[in-house]
């Protein structure tokens, strides 16, 4: 069962973190990532940096998630301004791809296998896919390529001629399911029925009506995969592993690991209105997040015994090397980026070498070359270490004692302090170099190119 460790020590830092801002960015971050990672309008990522900045206003606000969820669902405007409106714009506005990640973020529920045909491992069917698409035939995501952004909007008044090809790219007053074996034909238009439950909505509603619906429908206490998806995730985050095999494909016909704990929760989430923090603390204050993590490994494990040992998103390593080197971000240089990634920052290119999708399993990471020659002998890393502006001619102005530059060095680069063994190590290198300060840097630069520097233990 869930036990959770009521100390008020612990407590108290933890609430401490969820009221910084530092808790509300980077979970902004985790979710602006898990809608563009997926994206198939290449575009996109234009309108990013509003999702986050959105995201990050919610999630300081404690907005309940199921206003956030909803926002995203009934989203309009323009995407630069609403910053709600990405994960529409990341789809290109199309009803098929939108609904499918609407699904697969907010439900868990990976119903896109069922477009083509009958889902081959899920009770959804072929039907029930392109009855969801039905909620978002009237919704466009139009490029302005003078204002280079995109705009969502939602039309009820159409021309009396349809467009060729017409579930894709402009709005249609219903969706049309492709007839396969015809393929040439308009196909059959669908009714709004919500595959969960089979609530619906009759022909000729109107798109408020639809997503409007859509969205209270999913958000319903009473639709046990809300709550269930939003648990499934930040456990995965803070433990290093979901319930279920992946973090996203979740639903009736799928056995997670310790299901008392998991609808322990979910109804705790649900029960609190949806109140994200309230998720975030009740976790983080498990016994079991309190535990040393292990390594992961490819096998499913049969009980929780102690978080496991995961790689940082991006983010969080570029957190990190800031805390490590002692610089503001904004001194640090751009290095490469991925085109129409947005503007060229050094946390955006950070982003092409070290980002991944938060959806992927975390066992299939590994560290590339470029990552790897990044930190060893980048001109970002190399001109922070040393130099009378690194760490270490810092610390050494600050004081002579050994011990305590160490400490400093170990504290701002890994978050902790040496153990016993390491002092022993350190110790003889020093001796070894004709200078403390050259010793010193030695460390600091070992610290950051460490596999710990990388991960969350």
Sequence with gaps: MLQVDSGFERAALVDSLLNSEQYAANWARYWRDTIFYRRTEERSPIVMGATEDYLRRALAANRSWADVATDFVTAAGDGRQNGNAGLIVAQGGRPEETVSEVSRIFLGIQIQCAQCHDHPTDRWTREQFHQLAAFFPRVSARFNQEERTFVVSGQDRFARVQRPNPNRFVGMPEHLMPDLNEPEKPGEAMQPIFFVDARSLPFGAT???????????????????????????????????????????????????????????????????????????????????????????????????????????????????????????????????????????????????????????????????????????????????RGENGLSARVMRETDRLEIQVDEIYAYSLARLPTDEERSVVRRHLESVPERREGLEDLHWSLINSSEFLHRD
């Design 207 to 385: 798109d408020a009506e639809r997503r409007e619906s859509l969205a209270a429908w999913m958000t319903d206490p009473q639709n046990e995969w809300f709550a269930k998806a939003a648990v499934n995730r930040v456990w995965s985050e803070l433990i290093g592993r979901s319930f279920y095999d992946a973090v996203d494909d979740i639903g009736p016909d799928r056995s997670p690991i310790s299901p008392e704990v998991l609808d322990t929760l979910a109804d705790g989430f649900a029960a609190s209105g949806y109140d994200f923090a309230w998720l975030l603390r009740t976790v983080a204050l498990t016994d079991l997040y309190g535990r040393r993590s292990i390594e992961s490994s490819p096998e499913r494990p049969a009980a929780w015994i102690a978080p496991y040992r995961v790689p940082l998103r991006s983010d969080q390593i570029f957190d990190r090397l800031v805390q490590a080197l002692q610089v503001n971000e904004r001194q640090l240089p751009t290095v490469r980026r991925e085109r129409g990634m947005g503007p060229a920052d050094a946390r955006r290119g950070l982003q092409t070498l070290f980002g991944f999708d938060p959806s992927d399993s975390r066992e299939e990471w590994a560290e590339s070359i470029p990552q790897a020659l990044f930190l060893m002998n980048g001109p970002v890393v190399d001109g922070f270490v």
